[in-house]
C-alpha cells in the first residue's frame, strides 16, 4: 500500500527552529509537496521536491532524499503566524496525489 | 487572476436533502480535485475530473454522491439525501495540464447536516 508518514503534533517556540520530518512508501514518485493550512482555512502550497537535495525558500527551506523515501520542512525565525497544520504529498507514478495527515504546529511565546 | 472559486461558503441542510457544492478552477486550470476533510483530519480525496471526465473516483462513495465537470461552467459535487456524517469541509483544487504541478486550493465548504 501507500503510505505517508508525519508526526500528529510538535511544539516549539517563537524566534526558534522546527524540524518537520515526512516518510513515504509510494508506487513510484513524480515529487514531493509541502502545504501549510491554517485551522478552517484551505492549504496553500509552500514548496515541491523531486531531486535531492535542499530548497530554500526563504524562511522554509525542504530536503528531500529519495533513496531514503524522507523529506523534511525546515521552518526559521519562527513567528506566531506559523502555527498552522504542515501537509506532506507525494505524487505517484500515475501523478496523483498521496496525502499525509499533516503535522499540527504550535507556536509558543 | 482569480484563484479557485467556491461557493457556498457555508451549506445547512436537513437530513434527507440534497447538497450542490460548486467549484470554479483557477484561469488556465484543466484539472478539478475535489477532497473533504474532517475537524483535525487531514484531506481525503474523493474525485479528479479533466473537462467532462471522471479520470479517477476512487475516493468517492459509490452512492449518494456524484460529480461532474461540464464544458461550460464549474464543477459540481452533489449529495443526494444527506447524512449527518457528510458534515465536513468540501475543499475544491485546480492544476494546470502539466504533470507535477502544484494545486491550488479553494476556500473550501463548510456542509453542516441537521
Known amino acids: 500500500g501507500q503510505n505517508i508518514d508525519q508526526p500528529t503534533e510538535m511544539t516549539a517556540t517563537e524566534g526558534a527552529i522546527v524540524q518537520i520530518n515526512c516518510t513515504y512508501q509510494t508506487s513510484g514518485f513524480n515529487g514531493l509537496f509541502w502545504y501549510q493550512q491554517h485551522a478552517g482555512e484551505a492549504p496553500t502550497f509552500l514548496s515541491y521536491?523531486?531531486l535531492d537535495g535542499l530548497e530554500e525558500k526563504g524562511r522554509f527551506s525542504s530536503f528531500l532524499s529519495r533513496s531514503k523515501g524522507y523529506s523534511y520542512l525546515l521552518l526559521k525565525e519562527l513567528q506566531m503566524k506559523d502555527s498552522a497544520s504542515y501537509l506532506c504529498a507525494v505524487m505517484d507514478s500515475n501523478y496523483q496525489l498521496i496525502w499525509g495527515a499533516g503535522t499540527k504546529l504550535i507556536i509558543k511565546p | 487572476n482569480a484563484g479557485v472559486m467556491q461557493n457556498p461558503r457555508h451549506l445547512v441542510r436537513r437530513r434527507g436533502q440534497e447538497a450542490r457544492l460548486r467549484c470554479s478552477p483557477m484561469k488556465g486550470h484543466s484539472h478539478v480535485y475535489w477532497y473533504r476533510q474532517l475537524p483535525e483530519e487531514g484531506l481525503k480525496f474523493m474525485v479528479y475530473l479533466q473537462k467532462e471526465n471522471i479520470i479517477d473516483e476512487s475516493g468517492m462513495p459509490k452512492e449518494r454522491f456524484s460529480a461532474e465537470f461540464p464544458k461550460e461552467g464549474p464543477s459540481i459535487l452533489r449529495i443526494q439525501q444527506v447524512v449527518r456524517g457528510d458534515s465536513a469541509a468540501y475543499f475544491c483544487?485546480?492544476?494546470?495540464?502539466?504533470?507535477?504541478?502544484?494545486?491550488?486550493f479553494g476556500n473550501g465548504t463548510r456542509l453542516t447536516v441537521t
Open positions: 521536491n523531486v
Open positions: 483544487a485546480s492544476s494546470p495540464p502539466q504533470e507535477s504541478s502544484p494545486l491550488h
